[in-house]
């Protein structure tokens, strides 16, 4: 059976509210900028609904990316930065998986809804996304194109259906030679995003980093 590329995340407050407060805070400005495209899929109330990729604990939607970022952002106590486009993408998984793959090969860039213009205000800036057709989604190439992000601590995260970062940290370095990317990212499988350990597993990983870094 066709495997679906999707994970919606269901996340309360009171979850989020269970991480500790931020474990390296204020050691630098941080931003955490990501791109996420929740589907439209029916979920029918009812806790650890899995299967399909699927898989809602209970309270508020977001996508897999967009909560490894909320994590991310109540660990470090850094601003959330998210990447939307202005055309907004399909919802449903088929015509997602079309528009993305014909996107793609037309090497097109689509236009974003903001651009960022204080980033001066920051010296370390988290990077997330997906995978989609093993490479990052093109909203991120127009993001990493209109932005100069020389001279900043770029530390990459990723939700995937396998893939972990594929080629897109290459990609990141190509387009942004003068930034300096940090090659121990945080790839994590979409079937494991919202396993009760993932507050911990972010944290582990952000205090190695942390270490790594000083
Ligand atoms: C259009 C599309 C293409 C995808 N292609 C891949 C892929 O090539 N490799 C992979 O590991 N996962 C792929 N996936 C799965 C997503 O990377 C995965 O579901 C991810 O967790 C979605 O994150 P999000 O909920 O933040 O958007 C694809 C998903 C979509 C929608």
Known sequence: MKKIFILLLAVTFSSLN????????????????????PENVKLDGVD???????????GQISGSTQYLAQIIQRHTGGELFRIETV??????????????EQEQRDNRYPELKTKIDNLADY???????PIWWYKMPMPLYSFLQQHDLSGKTLIPFTSHGGSRFSDSLREIKRLQPDA??????????????????TVTRVGDWLNKLTSVQQ
């Open 48 to 58: 650890g609904i899995s299967g399909a990729s699927i898989l809602q604990k209970n």
């Open 123 to 129: 010296d370390r800036v988290f990077i997330g996304y």
């Open 18 to 37: 269970a991480i500790a407060e931020p474990v390296n805070s204020h050691a630098q400005r941080t931003l955490i900028v990501y791109f996420s495209q």
């Open 87 to 100: 055309t907004p993408y399909p919802t449903q998984h088929e015509p997602l998986l079309r528009y993305a």
């Open 180 to 197: 300096r990317l940090v090659t121990q990212g945080l790839a994590i499988s979409r079937d494991d995003v919202a396993d009760d350990g």
